[in-house]
């Protein structure tokens, strides 16, 4: 449901239409009956992070702690940052 309200009345209410947003309601302010903003609730992007929902995709080579080869190393120590 939209909720249509004039720019003086979301100044005075606003504590109120706030509430109305976070409980799902769109607010339209409105002057001269022109919409001029829209108050909505914005989205939660982020997915709460399932424990084990990944389980059998990632691995590591037995190898995965073992020291680097001595080519790579070097690569490393012989690098530059500029």
Known sequence: MTITVNAAEATTKFAELLSQV???EEVVI????IPLARLVP???TSSPR???LDKGKVFMTPDFNE???EEILSDFENSHIV
């Open 67 to 69: 020291p680097l080869p």
């Open 30 to 33: 409105a002057e001269q009956g």
């Open 50 to 52: 399932i424990p084990g």
């Open 22 to 24: 976070l409980l799902g």
């Open 42 to 44: 914005i989205a939660n």
